[in-house]
């Protein structure tokens, strides 16, 4: 029979979900420049229990895709279809085996928490039944090695990892069979909540047309998730616009589902400004993209893995700054998580993306890991350090003679 100690061990995670509401902010650079939001600030400006971290998931980190038991998972057949640029998640960045090299990094920064994903196919190879030991015993050893480091585990169960047995089965989540298999009621009396994907929207033009169609996008966007666990059902203009093609909720199921999360994530990657775009309503053939009678708008920068990554320290500066602001206008945000710890396999780009604040050598055998400027700006502010705006356009004029100790006073 197999121990029980690394099962106790791996709920141990409650430890850092104590918080009664949690915004977690998993920010990535994506062409957003400097945006309004309090100039000068340091950690000490923050509540005291709140949280500052960064993350990766499962399969854009740990790599191992074939060893001690775990089974394929949705994004191993998607990467391998070549859908991302013919990269895969084979090794990514060896987290599996590089873990503790990795937290003591975590470590050294000056992180309060990492947030991980757990692999369910590595967990639970056919994603039901019995439990793997060996995967078992890495996320057991895992976060112990976190805890022991001073760093709050934060857990996504589910990181858009189906494993493929139940996506051959199923057809995945689209099918509600699904959810009676594999779904529990929590049996450990923690914190569980749902981050949800958004982007800041803005409409494109000071037209009621624009603004209707942004608050459109932010009901296809937010609303689409938030709505049924808010309000127990969805926005007015998804049932309008979607008809009977958007499933209704039983009086039960509306009940069952109005206020269901102990705490909402918010996941921004970008900025996006909104045009008008209700004519697509008038097509014969009608989707997700239609419904939302919206054109949206993103600019994107160049890939940039130097080292020097001065936008991102801009970006980091500018969100930070601007959740500061939010809390002072008595926003009850718990935490700042930025995506993502090191350049990782990303879902839909592959390689093609740095998003991370270490660099990892694609070209080394054995994937050192590098930190960029961003690394050295967020742990200075983590341990301290007051950050200003104006370090930051210093930096941007000339980046080659600006050191990190420039942003800081």
């Not at 050294?108 to 060996?134: H, V």
């Not at 937010?222 to 093609?245: C, E, F, Q």
């Not at 093609?352 to 050295?376: H, I, T």
């Not at 742990?379 to 800081?408: M, Q, R, Y």
Request: proline share 4%.
């Amino acid at each position: 029979m197999m121990k029980l100690e690394p099962y106790l061990s791996l709920m141990s995670i409650n430890i850092a979900l104590k918080l009664t509401l949690l915004l977690l902010l998993f920010l990535n650079f994506v062409a957003v420049r400097l945006v309004l939001s309090a100039d000068e600030y340091n950690r000490h400006d923050f509540p005291t229990d709140f949280v500052f971290g960064s993350g990766t998931s499962a399969y854009q980190w740990e790599g191992a895709v074939s060893e001690d038991g775990r089974t394929p998972n949705i994004w191993d057949t998607y990467a391998h279809a070549g859908f991302a640029h013919g990269d895969t998640g084979d090794i990514a960045c060896d987290g599996y085996h590089k873990y503790k090299e990795d937290v003591k990094l975590m470590m050294e920064t000056g992180l309060d928490a990492y947030r991980l994903s757990i692999s369910w196919s590595r967990l639970i190879p056919n994603g039901r039944g019995p439990i793997n030991p060996k995967g078992l015993q890495f996320y057991n050893n895992l976060i112990n090695e976190l805890i022991s480091n001073g760093i709050q585990p934060h857990v996504t169960l589910h990181n858009f990892d189906l494993p493929q047995a139940l996506e051959d089965e199923y057809g995945g989540w689209v099918n509600p069979k699904i959810i009676g298999e594999v779904i529990l009621q929590d049996k450990q009396h923690g914190f569980i909540g749902i981050a949800v994907y958004s982007s800041g929207l803005i409409p494109a033009n000071d037209t009621d047309e624009d603004r209707a169609a942004t608050q459109r996008a932010r009901d296809f966007f937010i609303g689409w998730i938030l709505g049924p666990l808010v309000h127990g059902d969805y926005p007015i203009s998804m049932k309008t616009n979607a008809g009977a093609r958007i499933p209704t909720f039983s009086d039960r199921e509306s009940a069952q589902l109005k206020g269901s999360c102990d705490f909402i994530g918010m996941i921004f990657y970008n900025n996006l400004n909104v045009a008008d775009n209700s004519v697509a309503l008038k097509r014969n053939l009608r989707d997700y993209g239609t419904d939302m009678a919206a054109q949206l708008i993103c600019q994107r920068t160049q890939r940039n893995s130097s080292l020097q990554d001065v936008t991102r320290v801009e970006y980091l500066h500018g969100y930070i700054g601007a959740v500061l602001d939010s809390i002072r206008d008595g926003s009850n945000i718990k935490g700042y998580f930025a995506w993502s710890f090191m350049d990782v396999f990303e879902l839909l780009d592959g390689y093609n993306a740095s998003f991370g604040l270490y660099y990892v050598d694609r070209d080394d055998p054995k994937l050192k890991r590098y930190p960029k400027l961003s690394a050295e700006w967020y742990g200075n502010f983590l341990k301290g350090g007051k950050t200003s705006v104006v370090g930051a356009i210093e930096l941007e004029k000339d980046p080659s003679s600006v050191s990190v100790g420039h942003l800081f006073q």
